[in-house]
């Protein structure tokens, strides 16, 4: 059973297009979350949600909206996508916000803006 | 601002070498995590680790941090192709809250 589950796996699109992520975990964390991985695999946080709450939300263009209706799920959507949102979007969902606590990643989006 | 930096960004070894990866900032780490990732997949946690002085040992792995807090290390002891992957410190400063900031990321290669 795979734990953090994340669709699409790749995702090509054009600039200006409307997108989402969708991520869903079994594990019955209470906290999940949004990382950007850039093309030299630099990892930054995005967004943190606990219990259905934001937590973090880091310098991100408001194009950015995530959207959690449950614990167990986690969306991401992109208004008017552009060249640099291109990157691999990792979702991770942990027990409890605390980073002493694991993190378990999702397999990735990898985004490609044309 | 407050950077974490780990080196090497790369690191390309023969089967049977030992290396050392290295994670430092000029801030306390509330605590301190090494993960590991392989090409199309997430990273996987390998080790936390909270107290200063503290060394944990996976196998062939030992994680050592320091004293003060600021820094750590991945020691591998005779690589293993296997032991293939990029290889990310991550850690939490007792300022930043709930937020785990990664570094850079080591690419390690090991030849057979």
């Known amino acids: 059973d795979t734990a953090v589950s994340q669709t699409p796996k790749y995702l090509v699109t054009q600039m200006g297009n409307d997108k989402s992520i969708k991520c869903e975990q079994n594990?019955?964390?209470?906290?999940m979350y949004w990382y950007k991985q850039d093309s030299k695999k630099f990892l930054k946080i995005m967004f943190s949600y606990n219990n259905k709450e934001l937590i973090i939300n880091e310098t991100v263009p408001n194009r950015f909206s995530p959207k959690s209706p449950d614990k167990a799920h986690l969306n991401l959507h992109i208004n008017s996508l552009e060249l640099g949102d291109s990157a691999v979007y990792f979702c991770?969902?942990?027990?409890?916000?605390?980073?002493?606590?694991?993190?378990?990643f999702g397999p990735g989006t990898r985004l490609t803006v044309l | 601002t407050q950077l974490l930096e780990q080196s090497p960004q790369f690191l390309s070894i023969q089967e049977g070498e030992n290396l050392t990866v290295y994670c430092n900032s000029s801030?306390?780490?509330?605590?301190l995590q090494w993960y590991r990732q392989e090409p199309g997949e997430g990273p996987v946690l390998l080790v936390t680790?909270?107290?200063?002085?503290e060394v944990k040992k996976l196998k062939r792995l030992t994680f050592q941090f320091g004293d003060a807090r600021k820094d750590s290390s991945l020691h591998i002891t005779a690589a293993q192709p296997g032991d293939t992957g990029l290889y990310l410190c991550?850690?939490?400063?007792?300022?930043?809250?709930?937020?785990?900031?990664f570094g850079e990321g080591t690419q390690l290669t090991v030849n057979p």
């Open positions: 680790v909270v107290t200063g002085g």
């Open positions: 991550a850690g939490e400063w007792e300022t930043s809250g709930s937020r785990l900031t």
């Open positions: 991770a969902s942990s027990r409890a916000p605390r980073s002493y606590n694991e993190q378990f």
């Open positions: 594990l019955g964390h209470d906290t």
């Open positions: 801030s306390v780490f509330s605590s």
